[in-house]
């Protein structure tokens, strides 16, 4: 007989949440996400990411469908499911007034793990995140990236299978957004799975391996984020000329575009030459000083992924 | 991001091992759990004691000066008894039970306001486990206020315990029902008039109307009659009868009171945790 298959670490089937007011934040999601994955949840405001998020963590009730963590149903056993997640939240929800050591060790202590052992492992967490040396100041005296790193120490005292991420970097700088996704990576390739959602679709293209893009409470894309690159058919550069310009030359295979600073802006086909363009700004006496990428890849996409789902328009 | 070691060396990085690979029973771990919350409300109410243990004993205090010697020599006696020392019983059980209650619904609102009663919610615990932490932590308070209170009131009046084990009792009971109380009222607030609204607009008169300072046998009617419906005067007359042996009611029926209070009021906030009343959307 041949081994069963392992459950993956998330599978939705079916999700609806209508709320008091009558909004459908979510109209029948489906999402499976396998074990050891680094998962993606992408979608514009509104989407139905963080209530996907709070109905699994069971922040949120839902009104329809069915959840399974690593193969425990959330609804049957959601003790069971609870030990396998970790959770950090969008919004700080910190209590401002505990010491660091005593809140990861008080998390820990939610989860059965008794005092003495808590707190050694919430003192291993902050020694993680490089919080050692704050574990005896008020919470509210951390600066905004040291309590972003301080709900992932408290998510991870447990010991979590699964990960679950709803905006980790917003509203911190790049240097700490740098530090956290290097520690993500350290944090999935030791096996726990990971889902993020993100605003910043740089960070999806660079750490997940796989991504769902959401839109009106629907899933319009499920995919591989290769696969999902490889669809974007152009992608948009910007020329800056040596010496300003009063009219772009004509570009029919392009589409350019004079932006207020004097830099063209161009389209290019993926997988043609950009050999001709540049033949025809010499032919111009345009000289091009720098050339860049305009937008992230994975943004251009999201955008015409969301934008061209009419069908999930109400 | 890894931290150094303050024993040496900057750690590797490594997940903790997982509770679910663990052998904890759901008892054991919800023990832990409803430990780790009593530990964290006891701790919370010693280190802002300005706040929860002082003001109390500061108002009481006021009383027993006001009701001792500036007043009470010229009240004369109650059932037997000066004026102060047939107060005092019920001057305590007020303190024991608006800090009981005062204790559950500042600091689960309070957890509810910062949103890290979501700590909870996400992990195994269950609601039981969350709902006697609470509790306990108020009753802590209760009782401190309640103790801290009658040692005070012993600088003014000698105070008899005509029965210790009763008196205990209904201290610990009253605590409890009000600390259940609460945990609802908490449940239920959206904002922090609500939860003000109950101890100003209900404890309050409850207490002060329900023999703290009078004993019931002075009302005439319809007022006595009046009295009876309300539950504090049981709480007053069974505390005081554990101190005086003095008391307007039987005391049989104060107990059945408070364990009707107790039991009513800890199964709606059992159901209203279940159905994530105030706490899930």
Partial sequence: ?314 | MNGSDPRGGPRPFSVPPSVADGARSRLGENWVGFVTTVRREVHRVLRIWPQTLLPPVITTSLYFIIFGPVLGNRIGEMEGFSYLQYVTPGLVMMAVLINSYQNVVSSLFGAKFQHHIEEMLVSPMSGQAILLGFAVGGVFRGLAIGAIVTMVSLLFVDLPVAHPLLTIAVAVLTSVAFAFGGFINAMVARNFDDISIVPTFVLTPLTMLGGVFYSVSLLGEPWRTVSYANPILYMVNAFRYGLLGESDIPIGIAFAVLLVFIVGFYAAAIRMLRRGVGMRS
């Fill in chain 1, 1 to 314: 007989m041949p081994p069963k298959p392992a459950p993956p670490a998330l599978r939705i089937r079916g999700l609806r949440k209508t709320y008091k007011n009558g909004v459908e934040a979510l109209q029948g999601v489906d999402l499976d996400v396998a074990q050891g994955e680094f998962y993606g949840l992408l979608g514009p405001n509104g989407a139905g990411k963080s209530t996907t998020i709070g109905i699994v963590t069971s922040l949120v009730n839902r009104s329809a469908g069915s959840i399974e963590v690593f193969g425990v149903d959330t609804e049957n056993d959601p003790g069971g499911a609870k030990r396998l997640i970790g959770i950090v939240p969008q919004e700080l929800n910190l209590n401002q007034f505990e010491k660091p050591l005593h809140i990861v060790a008080q998390q820990a202590g939610y989860y059965g793990i008794p005092w003495r052992e808590a707190r050694e492992r919430a003192a291993e967490c902050l020694q993680w995140m490089g919080l050692w040396d704050k574990r005896t100041v008020m919470a509210r005296s951390l600066s905004g990236g040291m309590k972003r790193r301080l709900m992932i120490a408290r998510a991870l005292v447990h010991g979590p299978r699964l990960l679950i991420l709803d905006e980790p970097t917003a509203g911190v700088d790049i240097e700490i957004r740098r530090a956290t996704w290097e520690l993500l990576e350290q944090i999935n390739a030791s096996g726990t799975t990971i889902i993020l959602t993100t605003h910043y679709l740089e960070e999806a293209e660079q750490l997940c391996r796989r991504i769902a893009i959401i839109d009106r409470g629907r899933i319009v894309q499920d995919t591989d984020t290769r696969s999902l690159l490889q669809q974007l058919a152009t992608e948009t550069f910007v020329l800056d000329p040596v010496e300003p310009i009063a009219e772009i030359p004509d570009l029919p295979d392009f589409a350019p575009r004079l932006r207020a600073d004097g830099s063209i802006e161009v389209e290019h086909a993926r997988g043609s030459s950009l050999n001709e363009l540049f033949q025809v700004l010499d032919r111009a006496g345009v000289r091009i000083a720098s050339m860049r990428n305009k937008a992230n890849r994975l943004e251009e996409l999201f955008l015409r992924l969301v934008e061209h789902h009419p069908e999930v328009r109400p």
